[in-house]
């Protein structure tokens, strides 16, 4: 594999969604489909409380501006009965993702090592250069990809609603207002991707660096007689620290990108928090909107920008999901060619 050319190609996007369709269709699947059932429910729930929320902070703080006691008195209880419901339905929302992401992750991880095993899959993997760490994307990648994925879609699906749910609210309130939202999400999201791009690279490095550390490490202690009975202590320093200064190097590369990263994403996100005030704060001083649409716009354009700019506040994770998928799909490719040499050698035998 070469480090350079680490891409998502459509092969490997028709094996993640074949495992996504195998999921719903193994015996689990009825669980699954009651919990994904759920999940959009629940998501739809969310989105349609913070559309409220949105309104009733609004008045809440007209009523505020206009001296109004009983209004002020009405919108707090409505405030406090729709964080209530949001607390409920967040938590339930959170407890459904987190028992999918566990089902399927026992479902696909006994699938693998029931393959691996039957079909002697470990007599050829992890053999000279083909594939390294077999046993690492059999644990930690797929527990990676399988959190990671569900984590991924939902948020792009609550985005998508989110998207439909605020832009009607940010458009009544200043077409301006939501014609900057796009455009700078747009602009945000490009420049996002051209810095985060080396993190997949590096991503899936240091994934190999760190499980060789630990082969190493498992091997030293295997040998630990041998090692002390033929003095090879220094030999085998020096091999953990070569791995050590190979593993070390790639996460100061690592954090040098994610430093220039957080240089944007911070700055990007704290103008957030400014455009809507100076965009709708003249409207309010010129008395075109009352008071209370200046919060409403803070809310309803942080929350669209939340939306459009998924890539920009994931950008970490989706560098890391990326060299996950492309892991596990090396394992794929690598099991199929040693199911085919395996066979091949038996027919050999037999002849």
């Given at each position: ?149 569900l ?12 998207v ?10 200043s ?51 041998k ?9 085998t ?27 944007f ?10 455009i ?31 939306a ?44």
């Amino acid at each position: 594999m070469k480090w350079h050319n680490i891409n998502i190609s459509r092969q490997q996007l028709r094996l993640l969604s074949e495992a996504v369709g195998d999921l719903l269709k193994s015996p689990v699947g009825f669980k699954a489909r009651l919990l994904v059932a759920g999940l959009l429910l629940l998501m739809l729930g969310l989105n349609g409380l913070n559309v409220i929320n949105s309104y009733v902070g609004r008045y809440f703080m007209s009523a505020i501006e206009h001296r109004d006691y009983d209004g002020f008195v009405r919108f707090a209880w409505l405030f406090v009965i729709v964080f209530a419901a949001s607390t409920v339905a967040g938590a339930l929302f959170r407890y459904s993702e987190e028992r999918l992401g566990m089902l399927w992750r026992e479902w696909l991880t006994r699938r693998i090592i029931g393959v691996y095993i039957e079909h002697h899959l470990y007599l050829c993997m992890g053999r000279g250069d083909t594939l390294s760490n077999p046993d690492q994307r059999i644990t930690e990648d797929i527990r990676q990809l399988t959190t990671a994925t569900l984590s991924f879609v939902l948020m792009m699906l609550n985005g998508t609603i989110t998207v439909f749910s605020f832009s009607g609210v940010l458009w009544s309130i200043s077409p301006k207002l939501f014609m900057v939202a796009v455009v700078y999400a747009l602009a945000g999201s490009i420049l996002a991707i051209w810095l985060g791009k080396p993190l997949v690279r590096l991503n899936y490095q240091q994934s190999d660096f760190e499980a060789n550390f630990r082969a190493e490490l498992i091997h030293t202690r295997e040998d630990a007689e041998k090692i002390a009975a033929g003095g090879k202590e220094a030999e085998t320093r020096s091999r953990l620290s070569g791995h050590l200064d190979k593993l070390f190097g790639n996460l100061r590369r690592i954090i040098t990108v994610n430093r220039y990263l957080n240089y944007f994403t911070g700055g990007y996100n704290y103008l957030i928090q400014l455009i809507p005030v100076v965009i709708v704060a003249p409207l309010f001083i010129g008395g075109q909107v009352e008071f209370g649409i200046i919060g409403q716009s803070a809310m309803a354009f942080s929350t669209l920008l939340g939306a459009f700019s998924l890539i920009i506040t994931q950008i970490q994770a989706i560098s890391s999901y990326a060299s996950v998928v492309v892991r596990l799909s090396e394992f794929s490719d690598q099991a199929e060619q040693c199911e085919q040499k395996l066979h091949q050698a038996e027919i050999g035998e037999g002849l």
